[in-house]
């Protein structure tokens, strides 16, 4: 494959070109209720160029993979008739590498009766929990994504990037009220990690039927304790995201913003994104522009201390590029994207942090969120109320809303370890989704969050 992506590179008269071939196989089940929803699987094989010609860019996305010269023309002419100015884009050294994935149980070698009978127990378990178990939704998928990729810089990398993973929903009903539980496992060591989840689908059909008579929280502004799950999710949603650099670049007003040197937290506030952590669902050791991933810091001690790049961002904005270029498959350029972003450790004991708490809110998992700028509202999926220091009842419908900036200001304590809850789903940007990101974290104290009513 390397001498013929070479061979087409090299006929190429743009600027800069690349070529990035996949090879993917996926297969899925999924249960509603009694009934076995849909099942399948899918093998394509297919790939993109991508030229550079004065600062515009030129596609040609493909299936057949024997014609590579004329695809690398049929980009060059594209990006041809848009670039109209100087082309940016940083350089970096071109690497020559091959990675392997190491499975525990291959998932391509298992039939598709044995998945579906993996997940027809977890989902026979939610439905007997509990006569008050309405439905239920569980969900098995998994991919196999073999990449090759190389570039007219002379990089060459063959990746190989397994996925894995299943949903467990349960859904309780006691007349109006409707109540859910959910617990989600996925990861890229192979077959065995979505095996043995029958206590995770007690877990999640015992919270749909717990929170049937739990309260709603009641209103108002607390100190509320997020955990890893959640911390995970507002340091992607909420901040991750206004740090992709073609968001900043494009934003007069995040340009303002997001000024680097600027006070943004307290001493003990570290936001990271790190592709490069091993084993997590954001991780790959080159990202689809041939860099090599890396520990990023976006705030230092408090302070804005970087942003995520592609080459091209990077170029246009004076910095480095950060290893963030991705792309979730062949029919899609790579944009800037978060790997695994978290709220980094700090000092604090659980303990510590809930002992002088008055009354407050831990607030636990996602169940549904929106973000608009700074603005963010993120429906735990459940919560307790802490009192007088200790964990008390549990309660539904915790809705935190707030402002990202002041929301960074108030955190004033962090837990000394993280965790990466192994969940799935992923990120969703410019319509390339679920992207598989990493999300955790440590526990994160915050001051002062508006809690309310769950907006269905
Ligand atoms: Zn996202």
């Given at each position: 494959m390397r001498e013929r992506m070479e061979k087409a590179l090299s006929s190429s008269d743009a600027e800069y070109t690349e070529i990035r071939i996949e090879n993917v196989t996926s297969s899925w089940a999924n249960f509603r209720g009694e009934?076995?929803?849909?099942?399948?699987?899918?093998?394509?094989?297919?790939?993109?160029?991508?030229?550079?010609?004065?600062?515009?860019?030129?596609?040609?996305?493909?299936?057949?993979?024997?014609?590579?010269?004329?695809?690398?023309?049929?980009?060059?002419?594209?990006?041809?008739?848009?670039?109209?100015?100087?082309?940016?884009?940083?350089?970096?050294?071109?690497?020559?590498?091959?990675?392997?994935?190491?499975?525990?149980?291959?998932?391509?070698?298992?039939?598709?009766?044995?998945?579906?009978?993996?997940?027809?127990?977890?989902?026979?378990?939610?439905?007997?929990?509990?006569?008050?178990?309405?439905?239920?939704?569980?969900?098995?998928?998994?991919?196999?994504r073999k990449v090759w990729y190389a570039n007219s810089d002379g990089a060459y990398i063959e990746d190989e990037r397994p996925d894995v993973g299943v949903a467990i929903s349960?859904?309780?009903?006691?007349?109006?009220?409707?109540?859910?539980?959910?617990?989600?496992?996925?990861?890229?060591?192979?077959?065995?990690?979505?095996?043995?989840?029958?206590?995770?689908?007690?877990?999640?059909?015992?919270?749909?039927?717990?929170?049937?008579?739990?309260?709603?929280?009641?209103?108002?502004?607390?100190t509320v304790i997020i955990n890893p799950r959640l911390s995970g999710v507002f340091a992607h949603e909420a901040f991750g995201h206004l740090s992709e650099s073609d968001f900043v670049y494009e934003n007069e007003r995040m340009k303002k913003l997001m000024v680097l040197g600027k006070r943004l937290g307290s001493d003990i506030l570290n936001i990271i994104d790190d592709g490069s952590i091993r084993g997590l669902r954001g991780t790959h050791m080159y990202d689809d522009e041939g860099v090599k991933t890396r520990k990023n810091y976006l705030i230092k001690d408090g302070i804005l201390a970087g942003r995520l790049h592609s080459r091209e961002t990077a170029a246009k904005m004076g910095e480095q590029p950060t290893g963030n270029a991705r792309a979730i498959?062949?029919?899609?350029?790579?944009?800037?994207?978060?790997?695994?972003?978290y709220i980094d450790k700090g000092a604090a004991t659980f303990e510590d942090m809930i002992k002088d708490v008055k009354l407050g809110v831990y607030a636990l998992d996602m169940v549904?969120?929106?973000?608009?700028?700074?603005?963010?509202?993120?429906?735990?999926?459940?919560?307790?109320?802490?009192?007088?220091?200790?964990?008390?009842?549990?309660?539904?419908?915790?809705?935190?809303?707030?402002?990202?900036?002041?929301?960074?200001?108030?955190?004033?304590?962090?837990?000394?370890?993280?965790?990466?809850?192994?969940?799935?789903?992923?990120?969703?940007?410019?319509?390339?989704?679920?992207?598989?990101?990493?999300?955790?974290?440590?526990?994160?104290?915050?001051?002062?969050?508006v809690v309310g009513g769950r907006q269905q």
């Open positions: 009934d076995l929803d849909n099942i399948g699987s899918s093998r394509t094989l297919g790939g993109i160029v991508r030229a550079l010609v004065k600062g515009g860019w030129g596609y040609a996305t493909f299936n057949d993979i024997s014609d590579l010269e004329t695809r690398v023309r049929e980009a060059c002419e594209s990006a041809r008739l848009v670039g109209k100015e100087e082309s940016k884009f940083a350089e970096v050294e071109p690497v020559v590498d091959e990675i392997t994935a190491h499975l525990g149980k291959d998932f391509r070698e298992i039939s598709l009766s044995e998945k579906k009978s993996v997940i027809e127990e977890y989902n026979k378990i939610i439905l007997g929990y509990h006569d008050k178990i309405e439905t239920s939704n569980v969900g098995y998928g998994d991919s196999f349960a859904t309780g009903r006691q007349g109006d009220n409707v109540q859910r539980g959910f617990e989600s496992v996925a990861g890229s060591a192979g077959f065995q990690v979505i095996e043995g989840l029958q206590e995770k689908a007690e877990v999640a059909a015992g919270r749909a039927v717990d929170l049937l008579s739990a309260p709603p929280v009641t209103g108002g502004k607390y498959g062949y029919q899609h350029r790579p944009i800037v994207r978060m790997t695994n972003t549904g969120g929106q973000t608009s700028m700074e603005m963010f509202t993120f429906s735990a999926a459940y919560g307790y109320m802490i009192r007088d220091g200790k964990i008390a009842e549990l309660v539904r419908d915790v809705v935190l809303t707030g402002n990202v900036f002041e929301t960074l200001m108030h955190i004033d304590m962090v837990s000394d370890t993280i965790e990466w809850p192994p969940v799935g789903g992923g990120c969703g940007k410019g319509g390339q989704s679920p992207l598989p990101v990493g999300l955790g974290g440590p526990c994160v104290r915050i001051q002062n969050v």
